[in-house]
């Protein structure tokens, strides 16, 4: 029988602290009286299944509850991290002291086939959601988008989410790829063409040096391993991003 022990997901106690006095908080807000699990039990497979990508079968197997349990478990943990996850507006409101943010966009890749055309994305080749990042100057992630499919163009999606607009209110530089041509405002890409002027070549280099500490910001995103292969309904992939962004502040 698989056993999940907490030495097994690398995460400090920190988090798991953290998510259990929210799953506490949440028992006595909703008057439960008696789960198989305590607290600080439920939020392990909770954990196991968004760090390690632990499937509900091998965490009912390793818990000794039915999976039904597990599937309301980890829904439980997963929609009171995701309340927790500060808005647009919001974190526009903490980081407006920032030199510049980057922006950024990723596909997290789902289980689906081929008929599912809206889902498919042409750039990545492959079935997935579009999740619009942004990082601070050191590539530290501060904000996820909600999830749109994989189809969504990166431009289109900073504008259907409000992001341009906001940075510009907020009076933020941003540093984004060329898949953000077009953006304006405050949004600063590189130059397109092959034959550029040196003066063009060179600013080139330094947004790129710039730009790419971003990608730390997608690599922290998918070191939560459930995010490398999503298998549940695309209408839940929202939540589970806000509540990977929200766990990952406690265990940074």
Known sequence: ????????????????????????????????????LPAARQALPALAHLRCGDTYAQLAAGFGIGIATVHRYIR????????????????????????????????????????????????????????QVLADPFGRLLW?????????????????HGIIEAL?????????????????????????GSRLKRWKRRHNTTHAKMRCLGERAIATLKGWRLLRKLRCSTNRITNVAKAVLVLHHPSA
């Not at 907020?170 to 953000?180: E, N, Q, T, V």
């Open 1 to 36: 029988m698989t056993r999940v022990h907490p030495s097994s997901i690398d995460l400090s106690s920190r988090t798991l602290r953290f998510l259990t006095g929210q799953l506490a908080a949440r028992r006595q807000e909703t008057g439960t009286r008696w789960r198989r």
């Open 76 to 131: 439980e943990a997963v929609e009171a991290l995701a309340a927790l996850a500060p808005s647009l507006a919001e974190v526009m409101k903490t980081i407006r002291t920032k030199a510049f943010v980057i922006l950024d966009g990723t596909l997290l890749p789902i289980d689906r086939i081929a008929a599912d055309t809206p889902y498919y994305s042409g750039k990545h080749k492959r079935h997935g959601m579009n999740v």
């Open 144 to 160: 996820t988008s909600p999830a749109l499919p994989g189809s969504t163009h990166d431009l289109t999606a900073a504008r259907q």
């Open 168 to 192: 510009a209110d907020a009076g933020l530089k941003c540093w984004a790829d060329k898949a953000y041509q077009g953006a304006g405002g405050p949004v600063r890409v590189p130059f397109r």
